[in-house]
C-alpha cells in the first residue's frame, strides 16, 4: 500500500530520517559507489580509556537572546593506568574558562576539538578525583539546538534541546563521547522564568533564582554519555502513571490534549515491555518531551526527546498515531540504555532490538495482522536499500562517520534477524534467552557475543554459524520454487534455488523452511532444511492440493519467485491463514488480470477484516486496468475504514483522468485528512486547468503536520510541468511549515531539468536554520544529478559540523558525479 505524504515525510524511529540517505530512486545498476563514499575503507574502533567516568554533573545557564550556555562541567573519574599525567576530554565548539581538579587550578590545551588537561599530580589505578571545567558554548553547531521564531517559521516556539547520538554531547560539555563510557549523571540548569527545563533521572527541586529559574535534575543509574540530555522550552506538563512509576509528557501550553492522544499508549507499553523483558522499567519516572524541529526520537534515558508530530489533534487522530515511535523508543530504555552497545559497529543490540520490539507491541496491543503487516514493510525498506544503495554485514567496522550506520541494515535487517531468531530457538527458548542477555547485562555495554554467548548459556544452543551469516556476513536468500505434482504418486515436488550472487564472503543461506500444503478438507505441514543452491524436495500427500504456502508463516528474510498454478493463488488469497499471505495472494492474483481475477479480489475484499489487506487489495484492482476493477475500487473508495478509502483513491491513479476525477473531488470533502491528500495529489496529476484549481485550494488548507497542503504540492509536482516551478518554489520558502516545504523541494527536482532556475533556488535554502529542511535540499539536490549544485553541497560538507549532514552531502555528491560520468561512458561503446 503506498504511504500517505505524512508516512513517507516523518521519520518515526531514531536516526531514521538521516538513514534514508540522498538518493532512494536510483537504480543498484547505474548508482554511484555508496558503499566507497559512506562505509570507506578503513575499520574503525572504539577508543581507548585511560580513565572512568563515574559522575558528570552539569551546571549551566541557558541564554535564548544569545543562543549560549555557558557554566561548568564537574566529572568524577577513576584512573585505570598508573601515574596517570593528563586527561583528554572531547570538546568542540566550546570556549574553554578554566580547569581545576580538586579545588586546585590545573593547566591545560584546547585545540576546539580536544581538551588536555595536566594534572598537578599524577594519580594511581583506582584513584579517584574530580575534575570541574568551566567553559562556554555559543551558536552551537551541533549537540546543541535552539528552536526560535523568525523569518524561516513565524510560529516557531522558544526552545532549546539536545543530542548526544552519535558523538555530539561533545558539542555541549566536556567528556569521554564513546557509547561504552557509562557514568550516573545531574543538570543544574537555570533557564528564564516561565520555562521549564527537563533532563535525565528525578527533578531534585526547581526554586527561583536570580535571572530565571534553576531546575536540578539527577540520574542515579550509570547510563552512556550520549543519552545525557537538556530540554528547555514553555512546557506544559501532562502525568500520567505505570504502577508506581510517573510518567509525563511535556508539550507547549494548548497542546495538552494533543500529547494525550499521542503518547496514549506509554503505560500500556511499559507494562508489555517489563514483562516480557523479565526485568521491570528500571528507572523511577519516564518523560517524553515533544519538541519542534527534531525529525524522530531519541531515547535519552528516562526522559526520550520527541518530534512533536506526536501531538496529535482530534481530527489527525481518526486515523494516525505514533505508536510505533512511542513504543521504539520506549524499548530504548532496555535496549540501548540499560544495555548499549559497546561501540557503534553493534549498533544493532540498540535499533535492531528497538525495531523488532515496537513490531511485538503491536502484536500485543492491535493483534498479529499489524505485526506480520509491520515486518513486511520492514523487509521491504531494507531490501530497497540493499539494492538501490548499498550493502553490508550488519556488523561492520568500516563506516566513515558513525550515523552511517544507522540505516535499513541497522533497523529493519537487524529486526529480521532477531525474528528469525525466535523461529529459531522457538519462543519459549527465545525469551527466555532475551531475559538472560538482559538480566546479565543491565548497566553494561555489549557487543554481539554476548548475545551469542547469553543464547548458549541460557538455551544449550551454539547458534554462531546464525550469527556468522546473518549479522556478519551480508545479503539475504533469494529463493525460486518451482511446484509440480504426480496424480498417480500422489507426490508433490518443490524444485528450490537459491538465486542470489554466492561467493565466500557471502555463502549460500542455510535455513529450516516450513511448507504447507491444503487440500479439501486436510493440511500437512512440514519442516525442511534450505542448505545448497539448488535442492529438490519431495512430499506424499493424501491427494492434490489446492494450495502449497513456502514459509507459509513468514519467518524468513527472503524474497521468494514461486512458481505454481493460478488456482494456487487464488486458494491463497480466499482462504490463507495470515493476511499477509492473502496480502502476498493479491498481488499475484492482480498480475492474470482476468475477469476471475477481479472476482477473485471482490470475494476476498468484502470477507477480509484487516484493514492494511483491504488496502492492499485495492492497489491491486488498480493495476488490473480493466472497467471492472476501476468499478471495484470506486465501490472501496466509500469503504468505512479511512487507511481503506486512502489506498482506493491511490489506486485510482492506475486509470484514465477524465474516469476517476468526480472520485477524487468528492474525497476532498473527507473527514480524513490523509484522504483529502491522497485525492489532492491525485487532482494534481491531471494536468487538467479545472481540477487544478481544486488542488490550488487544498494548498491553503492547514492540517496536521500539512498533510493536505503536501499531497497537493506532491499532485503540483507530478504532473512535471516546468510552468508550476514559480508556485513550487514559492511553497519551499517561508512561512510555509517544514512538511510543505521538503515536498515543494522533492517535487522541484523533478523540474530542474526543465526550469534552469532550480538548481539555484534550492541552493539558496542550504543556509536556512531548520535542519530537516537542510536534508531535504541535499537529497533534492542529489536527485536532479545536475553538475551545477556540486560546489553548494562540497561548501556545506566541508563547513558543518553534523555527521549525518556530512554522510548526506557525500551521497549527493557521488550520485551527481556519477549521472556526469554515465553519459560518457555510453558515449565509448
Known amino acids: 500500500m503506498p504511504g500517505s505524504v505524512f508516512e513517507e515525510l516523518q521519520s518515526h524511529r531514531c536516526g531514521r530520517l538521516y538513514a534514508a540517505g540522498a538518493g532512494g530512486e536510483s537504480s543498484a545498476s547505474s548508482g554511484p559507489d555508496i558503499p566507497g563514499v559512506l562505509l570507506g575503507k578503513e575499520p574503525r574502533y572504539a577508543p581507548d580509556r585511560r580513565f572512568d567516568t563515574l559522575h558528570v554533573k552539569l551546571d549551566l545557564t541557558v541564554d535564548f537572546r544569545r543562543r549560549e550556555v555557558r557554566g561548568t562541567c564537574t566529572t568524577s573519574l577513576r584512573a585505570i593506568v598508573d601515574g596517570l599525567s593528563a586527561l583528554v576530554f572531547d570538546a568542540v565548539g566550546m570556549r574553554i574558562l578554566g580547569v581545576r581538579m580538586q579545588g586546585r587550578p590545573a593547566r591545560f590545551r584546547h585545540d576546539g576539538k580536544v581538551l588536555k588537561v595536566r594534572l598537578p599530580r599524577k594519580l594511581d589505578a583506582l584513584e579517584e578525583a574530580d575534575v570541574e571545567i568551566r567553559y562556554r558554548v555559543r551558536d552551537p553547531k551541533a549537540g546543541l539546538h535552539f528552536v526560535r521564531p523568525g523569518p524561516h517559521n513565524p510560529d516557531n516556539p522558544v526552545q532549546l534541546w539536545s543530542q548526544g547520538q ?40 526547581s526554586r527561583p533564582v536570580r535571572g530565571g529559574t534553576a531546575w536540578h535534575w539527577r540520574m542515579h543509574q550509570p547510563h552512556s554519555i550520549y543519552l545525557i540530555t537538556l530540554t528547555v522550552g514553555r512546557f506544559a506538563e501532562v502525568r500520567d502513571q505505570w504502577e508506581q512509576i510517573p510518567v509525563v509528557y511535556y508539550c507547549e501550553k494548548g497542546r495538552e490534549e494533543d500529547a494525550r492522544r499521542g503518547f496514549a499508549a ?49 481530527r489527525a487522530a481518526l486515523d494516525t498515531d505514533l505508536d510505533l515511535l512511542v513504543s521504539h523508543e520506549l524499548s530504548h530504555q532496555w535496549f540501548g540504555d540499560l544495555l548499549t552497545c559497546r561501540d557503534w559497529s553493534h549498533a544493532w543490540l540498540n535499533e535492531g532490538f528497538a525495531t523488532y520490539f515496537e513490531a511485538l507491541f503491536a502484536r500485543h496491543d492491535k493483534g498479529q495482522d499489524e505485526f506480520d503487516y509491520e515486518m513486511y514493510r520492514n523487509r521491504h525498506a531494507y531490501f530497497d536499500e540493499d539494492e538501490h544503495r548499498y550493502r553490508r554485514p550488519i556488523v561492520t567496522q568500516r563506516f566513515k562517520y558513525p550515523w552511517v550506520l544507522f540505516d535499513r541494515h541497522l533497523y529493519e535487517k537487524g529486526g529480521w534477524v532477531l525474528h528469525m531468531l525466535r523461529f529459531t530457538l522457538g519462543d519459549k527458548d527465545f525469551w527466555r534467552a532475551v531475559q538472560h542477555y538482559v538480566r546479565r547485562h543491565q548497566h553494561q555495554s555489549v557487543v554481539t557475543n554476548d548475545l551469542i554467548e547469553a543464547i548458549e548459556e541460557s538455551t544449550g544452543r551454539n547458534l554462531r554459524p546464525f550469527f556468522d551469516r546473518w549479522v556478519f556476513q551480508a545479503g539475504y536468500p533469494n529463493f525460486r520454487v518451482q511446484y509440480q505434482y504426480e496424480p498417480k504418486a500422489k507426490k508433490a515436488t518443490l524444485w528450490v534455488l537459491q538465486t542470489q550472487r554466492v561467493s565466500d564472503d557471502e555463502p549460500v543461506f542455510k535455513t529450516e523452511v516450513e511448507v504447507r500444503f491444503t487440500g479439501r478438507g486436510w493440511t500437512k505441514e512440514f519442516k525442511k532444511t534450505a542448505d545448497s543452491k539448488d535442492q529438490r524436495w519431495e512430499f506424499r500427500l493424501p491427494g492434490e492440493p489446492r494450495n502449497v504456502e513456502f514459509d507459509p508463516n513468514h519467518w524468513l528474510l527472503k524474497r521468494l519467485d514461486f512458481r505454481k498454478p493460478y488456482s494456487h493463488w487464488e486458494h491463497q488469497l480466499l482462504s490463507a491463514k495470515t493476511a499477509l499471505s492473502r496480502i502476498e495472494a493479491a498481488h499475484e492474483v492482480s498480475r492474470w488480470g482476468h475477469a476471475g481475477a477481479v472476482a477473485a479480489l471482490r470475494r476476498a475484499f468484502d470477507r477480509e477484516k484487516f484493514w492494511a489487506a483491504r488496502a492492499e487489495y485495492a492497489s491491486a484492482l488498480g493495476r488490473v486496468r480493466s472497467a471492472s476493477a476501476l468499478a471495484e475500487v470506486a465501490r472501496i473508495t466509500r469503504h468505512p475504514h479511512p487507511k481503506v478509502r486512502r489506498a482506493a483513491i491511490a489506486a485510482l491513479a492506475e486509470y484514465p483522468a477524465a474516469q476517476v476525477a468526480p472520485l477524487a473531488i468528492r474525497a476532498l470533502k473527507d473527514r480524513s485528512i490523509h484522504v483529502v491528500s491522497e485525492a489532492a495529489r491525485l487532482l494534481g496529476t491531471m494536468k487538467d486547468a479545472k481540477l487544478l484549481a481544486h488542488v490550488r485550494g487544498r494548498l491553503q488548507e492547514r492540517s496536521y503536520m500539512d498533510v493536505i497542503r503536501s499531497g497537493a504540492i506532491l499532485g503540483l509536482a507530478a504532473a512535471k510541468d516546468p510552468a508550476q516551478a514559480p508556485l513550487l518554489w514559492k511553497l519551499a520558502r517561508p512561512p510555509y511549515t517544514y512538511p510543505a516545504r521538503a515536498h515543494a523541494v522533492r517535487g522541484l527536482s523533478g523540474l530542474a531539468s526543465g526550469e534552469p532556475k532550480v538548481i539555484g533556488w534550492l541552493a539558496t535554502l542550504l543556509d536556512d536554520p531548520d535542519e530537516r529542511v537542510v536534508l531535504s535540499v541535499v537529497s533534492a539536490l542529489g536527485r536532479t544529478e545536475d553538475e551545477r549544485a556540486l560546489p553548494a553541497l562540497e561548501k556545506l560538507r566541508d563547513k558543518t559540523e553534523l555527521s549525518r549532514l556530512k554522510t548526506y552531502c557525500d551521497e549527493a555528491i557521488a550520485r551527481i558525479r556519477q549521472g556526469a560520468e554515465t553519459p560518457k561512458k555510453k558515449s565509448r561503446k
Not at 297 to 306: F, I, L, V, W
Request: include cysteine.
Open 266 to 314: 506509554t503505560p500500556k507499553a511499559m507494562a508489555f515491555f517489563s514483562k516480557a523483558i523479565g526485568v521491570r522499567y528500571a528507572y523511577e519516572r519516564y518523560a517524553q518531551i515533544a519538541v519542534a524541529e527534531y525529525p524522530g526520537g531519541m531515547e535519552n534515558t528516562t526522559a526520550t526527546t520527541q518530534t512533536d508530530a506526536c501531538l496529535i489533534d482530534k
Open 166 to 205: 552519535p558523538e555530539e554531547s561533545r558539542y555541549w560539555f566536556p567528556c569521554h563521547d564513546a557509547p561504552h563510557e557509562k557514568a550516573t549523571s545531574e543538570i543544574r540548569a537555570v533557564v528564564p522564568r516561565g520555562f521549564v527545563a527537563v533532563s535525565n533521572g528525578v527533578l531534585i527541586d
